[in-house]
């Protein structure tokens, strides 16, 4: 990509970002637009568009760094699962997008919660990390 798309700008520390977690692969950033409270994206540095066109290894780091961040969410906001979602279509860079379900009896489809989404304030953003990270 010639491009740099608004994640790498937010990793090369051009345009602000709460971040979770940060290896030599990938970067775990709170979500400013959520659909729900706590909802946090695991990015890999490496801007690539289509989760099947990773390296199988970065994949693989990808859904293992999602798994901790996820059980960390379910601490952090006593949850009944933390679902996820691959993407790589508004924003061409692929992200794993972490979304903190507390409603299990109100939710029947993925589409129930990621039907809405509002702007999270930097407060809110960085409080729900200070959570994730307290349970990481």
């Not at 700008?9 to 637009?33: S, T």
């Not at 890999?44 to 568009?49: I, M, R």
């Not at 293992?64 to 009944?80: G, H, Y």
């Amino acid at each position: 990509m010639s491009e740099k798309t608004i994640f790498s700008k937010i990793i090369d520390g051009e345009i602000p970002g709460v971040f979770v977690h940060q290896d030599e692969h990938c970067v775990v950033l709170m979500d400013a637009f959520p659909s729900v409270p706590g909802q946090s994206m695991v990015i890999p540095l490496t801007p690539v568009s289509y989760f099947a066109n990773l390296d199988p290894d970065l994949a693989a780091h990808l859904i293992q760094v999602a798994q901790r961040v996820a059980r960390a969410s379910d601490t952090a906001f006593n949850t009944s699962r933390t679902c996820l979602v691959i993407e790589g279509y508004q924003v061409p860079h692929v992200h794993v997008i972490l979304y903190p379900i507390t409603q299990e009896s109100s939710i029947t489809a993925l589409n129930d919660v990621r039907g809405s989404t509002y702007e999270a304030t930097l407060e809110e953003r960085e409080a729900n990390a200070s959570k994730i990270k307290a349970a990481l």
